[in-house]
T-cell receptor, first 113, second 118 residues
Framework: AQSVTQLGSHVSVSEGALVLLRCNYS??????LFWYVQYPNQGLQLLLKYTSAATLVKGINGFEAEFKKSETSFHLTKPSAHMSDAAEYFCAVSEGGGNKLTFGTGTQLKVEL | DAMVIQNPRYQVTQFGKPVTLSCSQT?????MYWYQQKSSQAPKLLFH???????NEADTPDNFQSRRPNTSFCFLDIRSPGLGDAAMYLC?????????????????FGPGTRLTVT
């Protein structure tokens, strides 16, 4: 069975600082991994995805994530936080070929001046 | 622009009064999903359609039903809403990204319908 763990339900950073949101997964087959962002009262928007190609994945809004099989991790980073990055971020896993996602519990990112 | 549309964005219903939420898509995706998301929680999958094939999650209450009359539309029916059903309901769609057996079913979400039960 697949699962996702997001460490830290709330993360606070200063504007311009590095953003690091942690995600660890468990999957019995090669996983496909996703990061989604959700703004208040909105649906989820895909930031980036890993589908067994390059391990360093670049997404929208300057975010990127690195797939590390040895650590079963897929952490999301952004070099410099912007106020507009304040939102909830969800990591999700799909066991390869599967059409269902398993979501983590989410991390609320706060960006302070 | 191709997209997933949910109507209404906000819905208020009375305890026990049936309510229907709608979702339409212009992406021509073959898979459509309904999620329930409560405050500060991850989305919880209720069911999904792969074309016309309905797939119910084991823990989805019988109070929740769904219809997919054609590729573009999917409906969520709550037969007798309780106070605990107040939530954001998200519709999503997907299709295989490639032709290979292992394809990434990335999902595209609508803006959601926030349901209030009074």
């Amino acid at each position: 069975a697949q699962s996702v763990t997001q460490l830290g339900s709330h993360v606070s950073v200063s504007e311009g600082a590095l953003v690091l949101l942690r995600c660890n997964y468990s999957s019995s087959v090669p996983p496909y991994l996703f990061w989604y962002v959700q703004y208040p009262n909105q649906g989820l928007q895909l930031l980036l995805k890993y589908t067994s190609a390059a391990t360093l994945v670049k997404g929208i809004n300057g975010f990127e994530a690195e797939f590390k099989k040895s650590e079963t991790s897929f952490h999301l980073t952004k070099p410099s936080a912007h106020m507009s990055d304040a939102a909830e971020y969800f990591c999700a896993v799909s066991e390869g070929g599967g059409n269902k996602l398993t979501f983590g519990t989410g991390t609320q990112l706060k960006v302070e001046l | 622009d191709a997209m997933v549309i949910q109507n209404p964005r906000y819905q208020v219903t009375q305890f026990g009064k049936p309510v229907t939420l709608s979702c339409s898509q212009t992406l021509n995706h073959n898979v459509m999903y309904w999620y329930q998301q409560k405050s500060s929680q991850a989305p919880k999958l209720l069911f999904h359609y792969y074309d016309k094939d309905f797939n119910n999650e084991a823990d989805t209450p019988d109070n929740f039903q769904s219809r997919r009359p054609n590729t573009s539309f999917c409906f969520l029916d709550i037969r007798s809403p309780g106070l605990g059903d107040a939530a954001m309901y998200l519709c999503a769609t997907s299709r295989p990204a490639g032709l290979a057996a292992y394809s990434s079913y990335e999902q595209y979400f609508g803006p959601g319908t926030r349901l209030t039960v009074t």
